[in-house]
């Protein structure tokens, strides 16, 4: 029998089991645990397992971006070598509905085009080859339609859409009236292209049916999110659907929901009786699964002789395909990460038709600080002001909207940290003047800030007698390194080597976690894992009729008033114990964000106008640190991330139809090795008792918001020259 332990997070929790650190495994820089199994091949993707009697799918798509189509003959294709079936269904081929951002019925007909290259059925055959060459030989037939593919056209017409993950407008006192008044002023246009989140795993699905429904291994990243979403597409009850999805080479956000190749796969399943594999090739994943939009963002700075800010107005165009209603939330930081009593933050959508827009790697700030945090160099520029004065100056005591506290932040401390770190004070103060040879040396910085989440989630842990326990739950590990800090946490709190705790992910057969996205993954599942472990620990407490507080857990072994006995002579069969954690009040009651600091020097070649990154510091505070080996990767990634924001990373779409043109790795720019120096990652000690019980905030996407502006800076400093539209590529240098 398991009962549910479950706390809703309505106030802080002021002492974590994790402090007294028993066992030495949480905070450690511990190795993945799942590791060896990577690197040797051993861990199974979902392209990859082994099923008897699989077909091979191959998405078709649309020759033309809008219009509706009026037949898709299949005679050729059906009649070619291997096939098995062309299918189509137009209740139920769905576009992606990855971000479920549909504004009405999810489920939606594609027989109405929409953007260009958009799946409309799938030939299945008995090999991969004889799938794709049959595809080229499906002739649709179309009535073509007008659509809208220029964004600054757009501009005049967007509309506002409902709240999303910021709230769409806000405003607060009078940012016309602070402009006119102050003392300095910063008026400027940022844009930033559409990116992809270029997962190194493409999407890929292997559908299967029997008497109890749909099994799906498929790489998403919140399966039990994903799992009403597929159903929904299918018309099924969630409950018929299972999806498995314990590996996943990478997310980003790209699959935060079900894209068109898994609904695919569960229909030609059905259809054709077989168990169906749908792999997106690279260039299906660029341009049929999701984008980050590109972005026009108008910042408004006004302050006084101090520096010290009296108005931001942050007013964002985003895009996105007509009726979707995500918009990239790109003022979400600039809501709390400086004071300022005027202030304005706004977004629009323009109707573009282009591949649907949703979640990328910190939707909002890591395009938003592209902006806020160069207009707070140029207004440092202005004031002859040292930038991290600048922020220090504008660090507040409370969240500068709502009468609410931080939970905690620590951002003056992180751009001191970072300063002494770096070594700040020796930086180039005069843009353009500092010189070796060829290169123009230049130093810049920018802080970072990304909102704290927190999502229900559960899981179910097994002590066993023996001294070993299983973590079960439908979380994933999209690469973040859940399977590690998930045995971390249960053996911490069991007293277990972490060895002895075996973690199984991403399984709807497992209790729903929260699903790894909006950087909630760690903080939700863990507090899950933790709950689930405290219930156990009071079973054993009890056992030995001791109070839990007194009840220390070590390598095996119950400790309490001096005995130390075997946990195979307090319980003689396995306990077993579910916790759930829930999102309260606290989450309202005060503002939790992680928050932190990037600093860097760049050359730039004044012949050619490349950049080359030299030197990185970054220092960030997030509450606990669950592994400093994984959290510094993630932090790794986030900058990467970042300068190819800053750098190359651009999505072009042909102006007369929307067609993403530079639809691979080769001709989507993302730094490679050679483009990223060392990085030099620090966390400031910090426990967020608001959090959750782990004391952890959210760190996933806190390394990527701000470090592009801190290239941008750097550059502006080398070059004397301000480059406001992204990336800055060369020959916007020249
Ligand atoms: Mo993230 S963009 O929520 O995977």
Known sequence: ???????????????????????????????????????????????????????????????????????????????????????????????????????????????????????VAIVVAERYEQARDAASLVRIVYDEGKGSFDFEAGISHADIPPDGAAPATFEQGNIDKAMATAGVTIDGDW??????????EPHASIAMWDDDGLTLYGAYQMPSFDRPSLADALGLKPEKVRIIAPYIGGGFGGKLGIAPESVAAAIASKTTGRPVKAVMTRQQVFDATVRRSNTKQRIRLAADRNGRLTGIGHESHTSNLPDEVFFEPAGIATHFLYGGENRKITHDIVRLNRMLAGSMRAPGEAVGLLALECAMDE???????????????????????????????????????????????????????????????????????????????????????????????????????????????????LGLPIDRVEVRLGDN???????????????????????????????????????????????????????????????????????????????????????????????VNAVTGEVRIDRWTAVFAAGRILNLKTATSQCYGGIV??????????????????????????????????????????????????????????????????????????????????????????????
């Not at 009405?104 to 109405?112: I, K, L, M, S, T």
């Not at 844009?191 to 190194?200: G, R, V």
């Not at 990223?676 to 959750?692: K, Q, S, W």
Request: with cysteine; hydrophobic share 40%.
């Open 191 to 200: 844009t930033t292209p559409s990116q992809n989140s270029a997962a190194m």
């Open 641 to 734: 991330f970042g300068i190819g924001a800053a750098l190359t990373e651009e999505l072009v779409h042909d102006p007369h139809n929307g067609k993403i043109v530079n639809r691979d790795l080769a001709e989507y720019h993302l730094p490679v090795h050679a483009d990223v120096p060392h990085l030099d990652v620090t966390f400031l000690p910090e426990r967020d008792t608001h959090a959750n019980p782990l004391h952890a905030k959210g760190i996933g996407e806190l390394g990527i918001a701000g470090a592009g502006a801190a290239v941008a800076n750097a550059i502006a400093n080398a070059t004397g020259a301000r480059v406001r539209d992204y990336p800055i590529t060369l020959d916007k240098l020249l």
């Open 379 to 493: 207004l440092a520029e202005k004031l002859g002001m040292d930038p991290v004065e600048l922020r220090k100056v504008n660090d507040c005591e409370q969240d500068p909207e709502k009468d609410i506290p931080y939970s905690t932040r620590s951002f003056t401390e992180c751009l001191d940290e970072g300063a002494k770190r770096f070594g700040w004070e020796k930086r180039n103060t005069t843009p353009g003047k500092l010189r070796e040879g060829e290169w123009l040396i230049g130093h810049g910085m920018a802080s970072a800030a990304r909102g704290n989440m927190l999502q229900p989630s559960e899981a179910r842990v097994v002590l066993n007698p023996d001294g070993s326990a299983v973590v079960e739950t439908d979380m994933t590990d999209i690469g973040t390194g859940t399977y590690t800090i998930l045995s971390q946490i249960a053996g911490e709190l």
């Open 1 to 119: 029998m398991s009962d549910k332990h479950t706390l809703t997070m309505d106030k802080p929790v002021e002492k974590s089991l994790l402090d007294s650190g028993a066992q030495g495994l949480v905070g450690e820089a511990l190795d993945r645990v799942e590791g060896p199994k990577k690197v040797s091949g051993k861990a199974t993707y979902s392209a990859e397992y082994p099923i008897e009697n699989i077909a091979y799918g191959f998405l078709v798509r649309a020759p033309f971006a809008v219009g509706r189509i009026t037949e898709i003959d299949m005679d050729a294709a059906k009649a070619a070598p291997g096939v098995v079936d062309v299918v189509t269904d137009f209740d139920r081929f769905i576009r992606n509905s990855a971000q479920g951002a549909v504004k009405e019925a999810p489920v939606q007909g594609v027989r109405d085009v929409v953007y260009f290259g958009e799946p």
């Open 509 to 603: 057969a497992f209790p729903p976690g929260s699903g790894s996205g909006g950087s909630f993954g760690a903080g939700s599942s863990g507090s899950s894992v933790y709950l689930a472990c405290e219930s156990i620990r009071e079973k054993l407490a009890k056992a030995m009729g001791v109070s839990p507080d007194d009840l220390t857990l070590k390598d095996g072994e119950a400790i309490a008033a001096n005995r130390h006995v075997a946990l195979r002579d307090i319980i003689d069969g396995a306990i077993e114990a579910t916790g759930r954690i829930e999102p309260g009040e606290q989450g309202e009651k005060v503002k939790q964000a992680g928050h932190g600091a990037h600093f860097c020097a760049v050359r």
